[in-house]
Protein backbone atom coordinates (compact mmCIF):
# COMPACT_ATOMS: atom_id res chain seq x y z
CA UNK A 1 0.00 0.00 0.00
CA UNK A 2 1.27 3.52 -0.70
CA UNK A 3 -0.46 6.46 0.85
CA UNK A 4 -0.91 9.97 -0.93
CA UNK A 5 -0.79 13.07 1.07
CA UNK A 6 -4.03 14.24 1.79
CA UNK A 7 -6.10 16.47 4.25
CA UNK A 8 -6.00 14.26 7.26
CA UNK A 9 -2.75 14.05 7.59
CA UNK A 10 -2.16 18.10 7.44
CA UNK A 11 -4.51 18.41 9.97
CA UNK A 12 -1.65 16.88 12.10
CA UNK A 13 -0.55 20.78 12.91
CA UNK A 14 -4.03 21.50 14.10
CA UNK A 15 -4.21 18.88 16.37
CA UNK A 16 -1.10 19.24 18.13
CA UNK A 17 -1.90 23.50 18.17
CA UNK A 18 -5.11 22.04 19.82
CA UNK A 19 -3.69 19.51 22.40
CA UNK A 20 -0.98 22.62 22.86
CA UNK A 21 -3.96 24.74 24.49
CA UNK A 22 -4.29 22.27 27.50
CA UNK A 23 -0.85 23.81 29.77
CA UNK A 24 -0.23 26.54 27.49
CA UNK A 25 1.99 29.37 28.39
CA UNK A 26 2.90 32.89 28.08
CA UNK A 27 5.97 32.08 26.62
CA UNK A 28 4.08 29.61 23.89
CA UNK A 29 4.92 26.99 25.84
CA UNK A 30 3.45 24.06 27.50
CA UNK A 31 3.39 23.00 30.66
CA UNK A 32 1.40 19.77 31.32
CA UNK A 33 2.93 17.89 34.16
CA UNK A 34 1.74 14.16 35.18
CA UNK A 35 -1.76 14.53 37.28
CA UNK A 36 -2.04 18.22 37.21
CA UNK A 37 -5.19 20.18 35.96
CA UNK A 38 -3.95 20.56 32.50
CA UNK A 39 -2.68 16.95 32.41
CA UNK A 40 -6.08 16.17 33.04
CA UNK A 41 -8.16 17.89 30.72
CA UNK A 42 -5.61 16.80 27.54
CA UNK A 43 -5.96 13.16 28.88
CA UNK A 44 -10.15 13.55 28.98
CA UNK A 45 -9.99 15.94 25.68
CA UNK A 46 -8.35 12.89 24.07
CA UNK A 47 -10.47 10.51 25.47
CA UNK A 48 -13.00 12.41 23.20
CA UNK A 49 -11.31 12.26 20.17
CA UNK A 50 -10.29 8.65 20.21
CA UNK A 51 -14.24 7.99 21.09
CA UNK A 52 -15.35 10.16 17.99
CA UNK A 53 -12.63 8.48 15.59
CA UNK A 54 -14.16 4.88 16.76
CA UNK A 55 -12.08 3.42 18.96
CA UNK A 56 -12.83 1.58 22.39
CA UNK A 57 -11.89 3.79 25.08
CA UNK A 58 -10.79 2.88 28.31
CA UNK A 59 -7.93 4.24 31.38
CA UNK A 60 -6.06 2.14 33.00
CA UNK A 61 -5.67 2.47 36.93
CA UNK A 62 -2.95 4.55 36.73
CA UNK A 63 -3.92 7.22 33.86
CA UNK A 64 -2.61 5.22 30.76
CA UNK A 65 -5.03 6.33 27.71
CA UNK A 66 -6.28 3.96 25.55
CA UNK A 67 -7.76 3.80 21.91
CA UNK A 68 -8.52 0.37 20.78
CA UNK A 69 -9.51 -0.57 17.56
CA UNK A 70 -10.70 -4.41 17.60
CA UNK A 71 -8.74 -6.76 15.14
CA UNK A 72 -11.13 -9.63 13.20
CA UNK A 73 -8.95 -12.15 13.24
CA UNK A 74 -5.96 -11.93 15.80
CA UNK A 75 -7.55 -9.99 18.69
CA UNK A 76 -5.29 -11.23 21.70
CA UNK A 77 -2.27 -9.19 21.37
CA UNK A 78 -2.29 -5.74 20.12
CA UNK A 79 0.26 -3.43 18.25
CA UNK A 80 0.12 -0.96 20.35
CA UNK A 81 0.94 2.96 19.51
CA UNK A 82 1.44 6.15 20.65
CA UNK A 83 3.95 8.30 23.09
CA UNK A 84 3.59 10.80 26.05
CA UNK A 85 1.14 13.28 27.27
CA UNK A 86 3.24 15.11 29.82
CA UNK A 87 5.92 17.86 29.08
CA UNK A 88 8.39 19.34 30.92
CA UNK A 89 7.94 22.88 32.52
CA UNK A 90 7.74 25.27 29.50
CA UNK A 91 8.40 22.82 27.28
CA UNK A 92 7.14 22.50 23.65
CA UNK A 93 4.51 21.06 21.61
CA UNK A 94 5.74 18.59 19.83
CA UNK A 95 7.94 16.32 22.35
CA UNK A 96 5.25 13.17 23.26
CA UNK A 97 2.41 14.97 21.55
CA UNK A 98 3.28 14.11 18.15
CA UNK A 99 3.47 10.21 18.67
CA UNK A 100 0.19 10.65 20.34
CA UNK A 101 -1.56 12.63 17.45
CA UNK A 102 0.31 10.79 14.76
CA UNK A 103 -0.96 7.52 15.66
CA UNK A 104 -4.54 8.17 16.17
CA UNK A 105 -4.50 9.87 12.83
CA UNK A 106 -3.03 7.23 11.43
CA UNK A 107 -5.62 4.76 13.29
CA UNK A 108 -8.50 6.53 12.02
CA UNK A 109 -6.94 6.97 8.56
CA UNK A 110 -6.56 3.44 8.43
CA UNK A 111 -10.16 2.78 9.85
CA UNK A 112 -11.82 5.26 7.16
CA UNK A 113 -9.74 3.82 4.16
CA UNK A 114 -9.42 0.09 5.14
CA UNK A 115 -11.91 -0.73 7.43
CA UNK A 116 -11.44 -3.20 10.58
CA UNK A 117 -7.86 -4.27 10.59
CA UNK A 118 -6.97 -8.16 10.57
CA UNK A 119 -4.54 -8.03 14.30
CA UNK A 120 -5.77 -5.35 16.94
CA UNK A 121 -4.10 -1.94 16.88
CA UNK A 122 -4.30 0.46 20.03
CA UNK A 123 -3.48 3.99 20.10
CA UNK A 124 -2.16 5.02 23.69
CA UNK A 125 -1.36 8.03 25.42
CA UNK A 126 0.87 7.18 27.91
CA UNK A 127 0.66 9.30 31.33
CA UNK A 128 3.69 10.12 32.05
CA UNK A 129 7.44 9.97 30.72
CA UNK A 130 9.38 12.95 31.76
CA UNK A 131 9.87 13.04 35.39
CA UNK A 132 9.03 16.50 35.86
CA UNK A 133 6.76 16.76 38.46
CA UNK A 134 7.61 13.70 40.53
CA UNK A 135 11.48 12.05 40.76
CA UNK A 136 10.35 9.15 38.81
CA UNK A 137 10.66 8.81 35.01
CA UNK A 138 8.31 6.51 32.19
CA UNK A 139 5.55 6.09 34.95
CA UNK A 140 3.69 4.89 32.16
CA UNK A 141 4.94 3.18 29.85
CA UNK A 142 7.28 1.46 33.34
CA UNK A 143 3.66 0.32 35.08
CA UNK A 144 2.60 -1.36 31.66
CA UNK A 145 6.12 -3.12 31.55
CA UNK A 146 5.77 -4.32 34.79
CA UNK A 147 9.07 -2.15 35.73
CA UNK A 148 7.23 0.20 38.17
CA UNK A 149 4.52 -1.03 41.11
CA UNK A 150 2.44 1.31 42.55
CA UNK A 151 4.22 1.44 46.51
CA UNK A 152 7.10 2.53 44.18
CA UNK A 153 6.07 6.22 44.05
CA UNK A 154 4.35 5.53 47.65
CA UNK A 155 6.94 8.54 49.34
CA UNK A 156 7.29 10.38 46.23
CA UNK A 157 6.25 13.81 46.80
CA UNK A 158 6.40 17.04 44.57
CA UNK A 159 8.58 20.25 44.49
CA UNK A 160 4.56 21.62 46.53
CA UNK A 161 5.06 18.79 48.73
CA UNK A 162 2.29 16.74 47.51
CA UNK A 163 2.39 13.47 47.72
CA UNK A 164 2.19 11.17 44.26
CA UNK A 165 -0.90 9.00 45.17
CA UNK A 166 -2.56 12.47 46.74
CA UNK A 167 -2.09 14.06 43.20
CA UNK A 168 -3.13 10.71 41.54
CA UNK A 169 -6.71 10.44 43.43
CA UNK A 170 -7.04 14.65 42.78
CA UNK A 171 -7.03 13.49 39.01
CA UNK A 172 -9.38 10.79 38.74
CA UNK A 173 -6.86 7.68 39.75
CA UNK A 174 -7.19 6.75 43.32
CA UNK A 175 -4.50 4.00 44.07
CA UNK A 176 -5.75 0.57 43.53
CA UNK A 177 -4.14 -2.85 43.87
CA UNK A 178 -5.56 -2.91 39.56
CA UNK A 179 -2.08 -3.54 38.03
CA UNK A 180 -1.92 -1.70 34.46
CA UNK A 181 0.59 -4.54 33.74
CA UNK A 182 -0.24 -6.40 30.13
CA UNK A 183 0.60 -9.25 29.05
CA UNK A 184 -1.50 -9.01 25.38
CA UNK A 185 0.69 -6.63 23.52
CA UNK A 186 2.72 -8.06 20.11
CA UNK A 187 4.59 -4.76 19.42
CA UNK A 188 5.16 -0.97 20.37
CA UNK A 189 5.55 1.70 17.72
CA UNK A 190 6.60 5.55 18.41
CA UNK A 191 6.98 8.14 16.45
CA UNK A 192 9.05 10.82 17.82
CA UNK A 193 10.53 14.70 17.17
CA UNK A 194 14.22 13.97 16.97
CA UNK A 195 15.35 16.68 19.82
CA UNK A 196 18.38 16.81 18.39
CA UNK A 197 19.91 18.18 14.96
CA UNK A 198 21.19 15.66 13.23
CA UNK A 199 18.31 14.55 10.70
CA UNK A 200 18.24 18.26 9.73
CA UNK A 201 22.41 18.36 9.38
CA UNK A 202 22.03 15.61 7.47
CA UNK A 203 18.74 16.47 5.60
CA UNK A 204 16.85 13.45 6.33
CA UNK A 205 13.00 13.38 6.52
CA UNK A 206 13.22 10.25 9.34
CA UNK A 207 15.90 8.29 11.07
CA UNK A 208 15.35 4.66 12.08
CA UNK A 209 16.37 4.27 15.69
CA UNK A 210 18.54 1.42 16.19
CA UNK A 211 19.47 1.60 19.82
CA UNK A 212 18.51 3.27 22.84
CA UNK A 213 21.30 4.54 24.56
CA UNK A 214 22.05 3.25 28.45
CA UNK A 215 21.75 6.12 30.79
CA UNK A 216 24.06 6.51 34.24
CA UNK A 217 23.58 9.53 36.62
CA UNK A 218 25.52 10.02 39.70
CA UNK A 219 26.08 12.52 42.42
CA UNK A 220 29.04 12.84 43.79
CA UNK A 221 29.88 14.79 46.88
CA UNK A 222 33.63 15.92 47.61
CA UNK A 223 34.34 17.15 51.43
CA UNK A 224 37.68 18.88 52.19
CA UNK A 225 37.67 21.78 54.43
CA UNK A 226 36.50 25.29 54.80
CA UNK A 227 39.65 28.16 55.75
CA UNK A 228 40.76 31.31 55.09
CA UNK A 229 41.77 32.06 51.27
CA UNK A 230 44.11 34.70 52.29
CA UNK A 231 45.95 33.01 55.02
CA UNK A 232 46.19 28.96 53.91
CA UNK A 233 48.88 28.32 51.55
CA UNK A 234 48.21 26.45 48.96
CA UNK A 235 50.06 22.87 49.72
CA UNK A 236 48.00 22.83 53.33
CA UNK A 237 44.55 22.98 51.83
CA UNK A 238 42.10 20.51 51.05
CA UNK A 239 40.05 22.12 48.44
CA UNK A 240 36.75 20.37 47.37
CA UNK A 241 36.35 23.12 44.46
CA UNK A 242 40.11 22.47 43.43
CA UNK A 243 39.56 18.98 43.34
CA UNK A 244 36.00 19.35 42.04
CA UNK A 245 37.47 21.27 38.86
CA UNK A 246 40.34 18.67 38.25
CA UNK A 247 38.10 15.36 38.08
CA UNK A 248 35.28 17.33 36.13
CA UNK A 249 37.96 18.14 33.51
CA UNK A 250 39.28 14.86 33.68
CA UNK A 251 35.90 13.37 33.02
CA UNK A 252 35.40 15.13 29.95
CA UNK A 253 38.47 14.49 28.83
CA UNK A 254 38.51 10.69 28.78
CA UNK A 255 35.30 10.48 27.22
CA UNK A 256 36.80 10.73 23.82
CA UNK A 257 39.74 8.34 24.69
CA UNK A 258 37.21 5.52 25.00
CA UNK A 259 34.43 5.86 22.24
CA UNK A 260 33.66 8.34 19.75
CA UNK A 261 29.41 7.68 20.33
CA UNK A 262 30.00 8.33 24.76
CA UNK A 263 28.38 11.57 25.77
CA UNK A 264 29.20 12.74 29.62
CA UNK A 265 27.63 15.93 31.13
CA UNK A 266 28.24 17.34 34.47
CA UNK A 267 25.10 19.62 34.76
CA UNK A 268 23.98 20.48 38.29
CA UNK A 269 26.77 22.07 40.70
CA UNK A 270 26.64 23.34 44.19
CA UNK A 271 29.21 24.49 46.61
CA UNK A 272 29.49 25.00 50.08
CA UNK A 273 29.54 28.06 51.75
CA UNK A 274 29.73 29.46 48.02
CA UNK A 275 31.72 32.21 49.66
CA UNK A 276 34.51 34.61 47.78
CA UNK A 277 37.20 34.28 50.70
CA UNK A 278 36.57 31.05 52.11
CA UNK A 279 37.93 27.77 50.40
CA UNK A 280 35.42 25.24 49.67
CA UNK A 281 34.42 22.82 52.16
CA UNK A 282 32.18 20.53 50.24
CA UNK A 283 31.33 20.12 46.59
CA UNK A 284 28.40 18.50 45.04
CA UNK A 285 28.30 17.80 41.14
CA UNK A 286 25.87 15.66 39.21
CA UNK A 287 27.61 13.48 36.42
CA UNK A 288 25.21 12.22 33.53
CA UNK A 289 27.02 9.43 31.14
CA UNK A 290 25.21 7.86 28.14
CA UNK A 291 26.22 5.13 25.57
CA UNK A 292 24.30 2.78 23.53
CA UNK A 293 26.85 -0.48 24.91
CA UNK A 294 27.06 -1.27 28.23
CA UNK A 295 30.46 -2.66 28.30
CA UNK A 296 31.61 1.04 27.28
CA UNK A 297 29.79 2.32 30.39
CA UNK A 298 31.10 0.26 32.74
CA UNK A 299 34.68 0.79 31.37
CA UNK A 300 34.59 4.71 31.50
CA UNK A 301 32.60 4.55 34.86
CA UNK A 302 35.58 2.03 36.54
CA UNK A 303 38.35 4.17 35.16
CA UNK A 304 37.23 7.83 35.97
CA UNK A 305 35.96 7.01 39.57
CA UNK A 306 39.80 4.54 40.07
CA UNK A 307 40.87 8.42 39.53
CA UNK A 308 38.93 10.19 41.53
CA UNK A 309 39.49 7.92 45.11
CA UNK A 310 42.79 7.65 44.32
CA UNK A 311 43.30 11.14 44.36
CA UNK A 312 40.99 11.71 47.15
CA UNK A 313 42.64 9.36 49.27
CA UNK A 314 46.43 11.18 48.24
CA UNK A 315 44.87 14.31 49.40
CA UNK A 316 42.93 13.55 52.49
CA UNK A 317 39.60 14.60 50.76
CA UNK A 318 36.11 12.50 51.25
CA UNK A 319 34.79 11.28 48.22
CA UNK A 320 31.28 9.97 48.23
CA UNK A 321 29.81 8.81 44.72
CA UNK A 322 26.22 7.84 44.65
CA UNK A 323 24.30 6.34 41.58
CA UNK A 324 20.46 7.62 41.10
CA UNK A 325 19.96 6.07 37.86
CA UNK A 326 20.78 3.61 36.08
CA UNK A 327 18.65 2.59 32.68
CA UNK A 328 20.48 0.13 30.72
CA UNK A 329 20.86 0.54 26.54
CA UNK A 330 18.20 -0.94 24.59
CA UNK A 331 18.30 -2.42 20.78
CA UNK A 332 15.08 -1.79 18.64
CA UNK A 333 13.70 -4.78 17.29
CA UNK A 334 15.67 -6.36 13.93
CA UNK A 335 12.55 -7.07 11.93
CA UNK A 336 10.71 -3.94 12.56
CA UNK A 337 13.78 -1.96 11.86
CA UNK A 338 13.74 -3.98 8.77
CA UNK A 339 9.69 -3.12 7.85
CA UNK A 340 10.45 0.61 8.38
CA UNK A 341 13.28 0.30 6.07
CA UNK A 342 11.00 -1.33 3.78
CA UNK A 343 8.71 1.12 3.91
CA UNK A 344 10.53 4.42 3.62
CA UNK A 345 12.72 2.77 0.27
CA UNK A 346 9.11 2.22 -0.98
CA UNK A 347 8.24 5.83 -0.17
CA UNK A 348 10.98 7.54 -1.68
CA UNK A 349 11.95 9.09 1.68
CA UNK A 350 15.67 10.43 2.81
CA UNK A 351 16.01 8.56 6.22
CA UNK A 352 19.00 7.65 8.39
CA UNK A 353 19.52 4.66 10.72
CA UNK A 354 20.64 6.00 13.84
CA UNK A 355 21.03 6.02 18.09
CA UNK A 356 19.18 7.50 19.78
CA UNK A 357 20.70 9.77 22.92
CA UNK A 358 17.45 10.71 24.19
CA UNK A 359 15.46 7.97 26.66
CA UNK A 360 11.91 7.83 25.23
CA UNK A 361 9.18 5.07 26.38
CA UNK A 362 10.44 2.73 23.57
CA UNK A 363 13.33 2.22 25.85
CA UNK A 364 10.90 0.54 28.44
CA UNK A 365 8.89 -1.38 25.69
CA UNK A 366 11.99 -2.68 24.25
CA UNK A 367 13.04 -5.50 26.79
CA UNK A 368 9.04 -6.02 27.07
CA UNK A 369 7.83 -6.27 23.17
CA UNK A 370 9.23 -5.86 20.03
CA UNK A 371 9.56 -2.53 19.87
CA UNK A 372 10.02 0.31 16.51
CA UNK A 373 11.37 3.82 17.43
CA UNK A 374 11.13 6.27 14.11
CA UNK A 375 12.03 10.06 14.80
CA UNK A 376 11.34 13.05 12.58
CA UNK A 377 13.56 15.98 12.31
CA UNK A 378 13.75 19.06 15.03
CA UNK A 379 14.59 22.61 14.01
CA UNK A 380 17.74 23.59 15.19
CA UNK A 381 17.63 20.02 17.59
CA UNK A 382 15.94 22.23 19.49
CA UNK A 383 13.67 20.48 22.55
CA UNK A 384 11.96 20.96 25.83
CA UNK A 385 12.16 24.74 24.98
CA UNK A 386 8.69 26.86 23.53
CA UNK A 387 11.23 27.18 20.18
CA UNK A 388 10.86 23.50 19.91
CA UNK A 389 9.61 23.05 16.04
CA UNK A 390 9.06 20.39 13.39
CA UNK A 391 8.21 21.76 9.80
CA UNK A 392 4.80 20.77 8.65
CA UNK A 393 5.90 18.42 5.74
CA UNK A 394 8.49 16.68 8.37
CA UNK A 395 5.07 15.85 10.73
CA UNK A 396 2.93 14.51 7.71
CA UNK A 397 5.86 12.29 6.38
CA UNK A 398 6.51 10.27 10.03
CA UNK A 399 2.48 10.42 10.22
CA UNK A 400 2.32 8.56 6.49
CA UNK A 401 5.63 6.29 7.81
CA UNK A 402 3.36 5.30 10.17
CA UNK A 403 0.22 4.83 8.31
CA UNK A 404 2.39 2.19 6.42
CA UNK A 405 3.83 0.67 8.95
CA UNK A 406 0.84 -0.25 10.54
CA UNK A 407 -1.03 -1.08 7.41
CA UNK A 408 1.95 -3.70 6.90
CA UNK A 409 1.71 -4.99 10.45
CA UNK A 410 -2.43 -5.81 11.24
CA UNK A 411 -3.96 -5.71 7.68
Same mark, same amino acid.
Given at each position: ?17 ? /? ?24 ? @? ?8 ? /???? !? ?14 ? $? ?25 ? @? ?14 ? $? ?18 ? !? ?21 ? *?????? @? ?71 ? *? ?7 ? @? ?71 ? *? ?44 ? !? ?5 ? !? ?25 ? /? ?9
Amino acid at each position: MQTTINMETVEVEKWLNW /LSSFGATKNDGVTRLLYDDSWKKAQM @ALKEKMAEAG /LKVS !FDSIGNLFGRLEGTEI $KEKAILTGSHIDTVVDGGKYDGAYGVI @ASLLAVQYLYKHHGLP $KKTIEVVSLCEEEGSRFPLA !FWGSGSITGKYKLEDSKELKDAN *SIPFHT @AMELAGFPPSNQSSVRDDIASFIEVHIEQGAVLEKEKKSLGIVTHIVGQRRFTIKITGESNHAGTTPMNYRKD *SMHMASEFI @AYAMNKVAEIDESLVATVGKLTVSPNVPNVIPNEVVFTLDVRHHQEETLDQYCKRIFAHFENICLEKGIELDI *SQWVDVKPVKMDENLIDMADYVLQDLSLPYKKMISGAGHDSQMFGT !FCPTALL !FVPSEKGISHSPLEFTKIEDLKNGVIV /LIELLHKLAY
